[in-house]
């Protein structure tokens, strides 16, 4: 699951009324901290991908357990966005939803079922979810939201997305035909992003200043933020054996993380400016993007310990 198109929101810090005693010993502790946390880096194994021939990756999410890695890609002819999947020999395939502007693959799950959102083309624009699979498509829209995205899918079928209503956007659980509204307490938006087998559910939410990440299972709420994030967490995947893959934001980047056993690590890919993490499957290997300029990425998978 990556990061879709939402808004960023920033906040301002102010440095107050510290004696130079008081100051230098905060100081202090920022370097200490930032020496141990710099040293907390994961030890990866990347193998990497270039887009299909005219299109840019943007962005690349989600890996399932046979290797196949689905996201959008921009088409440089016609500047359109449509949605892909890419299995582990280099085979891509392109999908573009009827109808649509812009498509979007979210995740896919082991029994192939795709799950994204499109932009539709009428005079009025509404975002709709959707699952796909060869040539099986269907609509998924929460009832009566003016917009509705599908950003996670399980083994057995279970959707995790957002809507729009009334300018609040809330997230949902869907299975068997039935919605739970999953909405942080508090929170200006709740987007879930990916949900496992045993129920937990991963994502975002904004409390209006920035994003923070969280899970929730069964009802229950928990926050998880990247430390000295300034502008904010998300969550973009869990695995069954609960280690969690996400982003923390900087004004103008994504920097990919892993969450395991309570402790983050980083991801970095030597020589480029970030990687992102979109998605991990059951075997631990990891997906997402990597940036040396905004126009020069390339995709990847990764085992990292």
Not at 202 to 220: E, M
Request: proline letters at 3%.
């Amino acid at each position: 699951m990556g990061f879709q198109k939402m808004p960023i929101y920033v906040t301002r810090w102010n440095l107050m009324g510290f004696s130079r005693a008081a100051f230098g010993m905060f100081v202090s502790l920022l370097v200490l901290s930032a020496i141990s946390f710099a040293a907390n880096q994961a030890s990866c194994t990347f193998t990497t991908f270039a887009a299909p021939m005219g299109y840019t990756f943007s962005p690349v999410n989600d890996v399932t357990d046979n290797g196949t890695v689905v996201g959008q890609v921009e088409d440089h002819n016609s500047g359109a966005f449509v949605a892909f999947s890419r299995t582990t020999d280099g085979k891509f395939t392109i999908f573009d939803a009827p109808n649509s502007i812009f498509t979007w693959f979210s995740s896919r799950n082991i029994a192939g079922v795709n799950v994204g959102s499109y932009l539709d083309n009428g005079r009025i624009q509404h975002v709709h979810g959707f699952a796909q699979s060869g040539s099986g498509f269907v609509q998924v829209d929460y009832p009566n939201a003016t917009h509705s995205w599908i950003y996670g899918i399980n083994t057995t079928g279970a959707l995790v997305g957002s809507f729009s209503k009334a300018n609040v956007v809330k997230g949902f659980k869907l299975y068997n035909g039935k919605y739970v509204v999953i909405k942080y307490p508090n929170a200006v938006a709740t987007t879930p992003q990916a949900i496992n087998d045993n129920g937990l559910v991963v994502g975002s939410y904004s409390d209006g200043t920035k994003y923070h990440g969280f899970t929730w299972q069964n009802g229950g709420y928990k926050t998880i933020d990247y430390p000295t994030s300034r502008y904010g967490t998300v969550l973009t995947d869990v695995n069954n054996a609960g280690v969690i893959v996400g982003i923390h934001l900087s004004a103008d980047r994504a920097f990919g993380f892993i969450y395991r056993n309570g402790a983050f690590a980083n991801i970095v890919y030597t020589g480029a400016k970030s990687a992102t993490a979109g998605g991990i499957n059951g075997n631990g290997l990891i997906s997402g993007q990597i940036y040396f300029s905004q126009t020069n990425t390339l995709g990847y998978t990764a085992v990292c310990k």
